[in-house]
Structures are given as C-alpha cells and as structure tokens.
C-alpha cells in the first residue's frame, strides 16, 4: 500500500488540516500517516485560537515516521512559525523527502493567520525549493509573487515569479475569482495546464484547499506524473464539493466519501 504524510495543523471541526487530509488519503486508498504542527480550537465559522507545538516535538514526529516508514508522497499545510517552517524543511532535506506538495496556508476562511509574517522568508527560502508542487490560492500567490492577481494573464505572471523561487511547479486556484468557471492553472516552467470546474452555488468550502493539495499527494503517492494527479485531484475536489455537508452553522465540511456512495 502507498504511503502519504500530512504536515499540518488540527482542525478541531475536522473540515480542515490534518483531519480533512487523512480523510482525503483514505478515499485513495493510501495509508495516511500526520505530523501535527499546530492545534487550531475551530469551527465551521472559523478559527478561535491556535496552539503550536514546541518546535523539538515537530522534529520528534518527523522523526518517528521517516525512520520507521517509506513515505510516497508529503502534503505539508499550516506551519505557523518560522521556527516550525525550518525544522520541518531541515528533516525534509535529511530523510530525502519525495513528492511534497505545500499548500502556503496563510489564512483562514475567517481571516485568522495560519502563518507569521515573519514566516515568509523562511517559506522562499527553505520550504519552496523543496517542493514539487506548491497550490497556493488567488491571495497567497499575491503575497508570493508581491503582484495584485485580476486576471488570466495575471495568474501566469504569478506563476513564473512563484517557480522562480525554486519550486518544479505552481498550481495557482481559482476559487477566489468571481466566475461561472472555476479555473485551476498549473504552470511546470515549460507549459500553461487549465483545470476548469463548474462553480458550485454552495457556502460548505471548509477545507477545500486542504482537499485539493491531499488529494495532489495521494495522486502522486500513487505514481501519477503532476498535471495528472492535478487533473484527477480537481475532478475529485468538484465531486467532494457538489456533496458538501450541512454540518455546523458556518461553512459546512465537504463530503471525502461521495464516491462509495
Ligand atoms: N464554489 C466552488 N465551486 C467549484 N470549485 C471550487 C469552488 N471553490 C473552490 N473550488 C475549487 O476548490 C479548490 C480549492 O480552491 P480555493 O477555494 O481557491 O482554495 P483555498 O481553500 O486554499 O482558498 C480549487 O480546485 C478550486 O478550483
Ligand atoms: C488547521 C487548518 N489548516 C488549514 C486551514 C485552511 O482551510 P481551507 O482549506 O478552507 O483554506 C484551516 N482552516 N485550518
């Protein structure tokens, strides 16, 4: 069986982080293994506070699963701190970590900071060049690429300043865009690939992100090249998406297990 490892932060409502993505594992079908770095008190309105590890206890978890267990893939999510993004790149580099994919997680749906801005640097400078895939949305890739991001054309620029930073490749999101479409856009240094899905008319987006970027990793764990696993990962995340739950009274979880139903 292959294995995934979620870097991640706790979701207490289990929309989101480590729970969204070992949910997402287990609809593909690969074992799902976590390292938490952060324990969020959460709802479906939104984050109320988090909790990070102590920075050591990050690197004890790193290193309980990399010398026992065979990792296929990383997706890697909230970090939190600077001090957290330069453990969990440290152990990356010394385990020959393969197949990560970073979700630049920097704020909640609520607007609550996932990430420090301090963090930032440390982000370009360790983590990105690391990754096969980093999947930040409209926002982060604003931060990334400093640019404001209002078009089409915007997005590429983004993503050509985003890969400069050592990535193999960006997925920039769409979901933040006003359209009927919702278009994906993966760029690897030589091609454009558009990943479009029907808007869905739905307020149940808790964790969509999350989704995505696990899926990304159970695809790649699976041996699927990039625009691939993307393409299979967004059919996925539209499905998980049009079955969303009504769960809590902010924004719903999406349904991980729509298709065994
Ligand atoms: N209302 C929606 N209808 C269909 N797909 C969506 C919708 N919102 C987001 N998505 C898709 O969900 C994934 C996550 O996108 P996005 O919401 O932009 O990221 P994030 O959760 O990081 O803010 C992307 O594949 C995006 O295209
Ligand atoms: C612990 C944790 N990690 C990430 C997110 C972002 O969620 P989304 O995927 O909806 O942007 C979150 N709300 N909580």
Redesign the pocket.
């Known amino acids: 069986m292959k294995k995934a490892l979620t870097i991640a932060g706790s979701d207490s409502s289990a929309g989101a982080g480590i729970q969204a993505d070992l949910k997402t594992f287990a609809a593909h079908f690969v074992y799902g293994v976590s390292v938490i770095t952060s324990v969020t008190a959460q709802n479906t309105k939104g984050v109320i506070a988090a909790f990070d590890l102590p920075k050591d206890f990050v690197k004890l978890q790193l290193e309980a699963i990399f010398t026992d267990i065979d990792i296929d893939a990383v997706k890697i999510g909230m970090l939190s701190s600077k001090e957290i993004i330069e453990v969990v790149s440290c152990r990356l580099k010394y385990f020959k970590a393969r197949n990560i994919v970073l979700?630049p997680?920097v704020f909640s749906k609520n607007g609550f900071k996932l990430l420090k801005d301090e963090a930032i640097k440390t982000l370009y400078d360790e983590l990105i060049p690391l990754c096969k895939v980093i999947t930040p949305?409209?926002p982060?890739a604003s931060l990334l690429a400093e640019m404001e991001i209002k078009s089409i054309d915007d997005i590429k620029l983004a993503c050509k300043k985003i890969l400069s930073f050592g990535c193999e490749s960006v997925l920039i999101?769409?979901?933040?865009f006003d359209s009927d479409d919702?278009v994906?856009i993966l760029f690897d240094g030589k091609d454009f690939y558009y990943?479009k899905?029907?808007?869905?008319?739905?307020k149940n987006?808790h964790?969509?992100?999350?989704t995505?970027s696990s899926a990304i990793a159970a695809n790649l764990a699976l041996g699927y090249d990039v625009p691939y696993a993307v393409e299979k990962s967004?059919e996925y995340?539209?499905g998980a998406?049009e079955n969303s739950l009504n769960i809590g009274l902010g924004f719903g979880p999406l349904d991980h297990f729509y298709l065994f139903k």
């Open positions: 979700d997680v949305n409209i982060e999101k769409g979901g933040h919702v994906d990943f899905g029907k808007r869905i008319n739905t987006t964790g969509t992100g999350c995505l967004k995340i539209q998406i």
